[in-house]
């Protein structure tokens, strides 16, 4: 069953803006992930957050995770047409080693 | 090289058809998987292998039947699949099944079952 549950399900916004995508899960994790996929090809590795940490940076990404509330947030910072992808966020849960997958939210970046 | 490659990318067979999915990486990683991905849905897990072992098999038809022949090609063979077998299979590969490693993606194999 699906643990993660994105928010929005799109998002629309113009090149140079940020892009703010979150995921909110209903039981404990072990770690976090999030994934982009460009349209109907595999899945990219974006970022790793354990459950013990708040936040994490990658290049224009940051992710913040907040356990007491059961939600990570990932943003993309001065956006560009390329970032233009569905971005899901996926959950191990603890005791487990597989990944959940959220339903995932579809952003479009218009130049 | 930090590539997993999947053939064929595109396959449409019958109902009555015997195919095969192949997936390969040679990065070293001990842990192989299996996806199907709908339209518009994220990817649901099917197989895990582990060390080329069957590890996880989340209750999917025999239709379906993953081989691991080595550790770096993994093989989904497909058999009276149905239509709504349609969809995309994802292969990935990860350093270990553990949590804490991160898993990379082949492109997939767009699968049409007529």
């Known amino acids: 069953s699906q643990q993660g549950e994105e928010d929005p399900q799109a998002l629309s916004i113009q090149e140079g803006e940020n892009a703010t995508m979150n995921c909110s899960y209903k039981?404990?994790?072990?770690?976090l992930q999030w994934y982009r996929q460009n349209s109907g090809r595999g899945l990219v590795h974006l970022i790793l957050?354990?459950?013990?940490?708040r936040e994490k940076h990658s290049g224009r990404l940051r992710v913040t995770l907040d356990t007491s509330k059961k939600s990570s947030s990932l943003l993309i910072t001065a956006s560009r047409a390329a970032d233009t992808a569905s971005y899901f966020c996926?959950?191990?849960?603890?005791?487990?080693?597989?990944?959940?997958f959220g339903k995932g939210t579809m952003l479009l970046v218009s130049p | 090289d930090t590539e997993v490659t999947q053939t064929p990318k595109h396959l449409v067979m019958g109902m009555t058809n015997k195919k095969s999915l192949k997936c390969e990486q040679h990065?070293?990683?001990?842990?192989m998987y299996w996806y199907k991905q709908k339209a518009k849905k994220p990817p649901e897990l099917m197989f895990v292998?582990?060390?080329?072992?069957?590890?996880i098999n989340e209750s999917v038809p025999s239709r379906f039947s993953p081989e691991c022949p080595n550790s770096s090609l993994l093989n989904l063979h497909l058999h009276a699949l149905q239509p709504e077998d349609s969809a995309l299979y994802l292969c990935?590969?990860?350093?270990?099944?553990?949590?804490?490693?991160?898993?990379?993606f082949g492109p997939g194999t767009r699968l049409t079952v007529t």
């Open positions: 292998y582990s060390y080329e072992k069957l590890s």
């Open positions: 990065m070293g990683h001990r842990a």
């Open positions: 990935a590969s990860s350093q270990a099944q553990f949590s804490s490693y991160e898993q990379y």
């Open positions: 039981t404990s994790i072990n770690n």
């Open positions: 957050i354990r459950s013990n940490e």
């Open positions: 996926a959950t191990v849960l603890s005791g487990y080693s597989t990944l959940t």
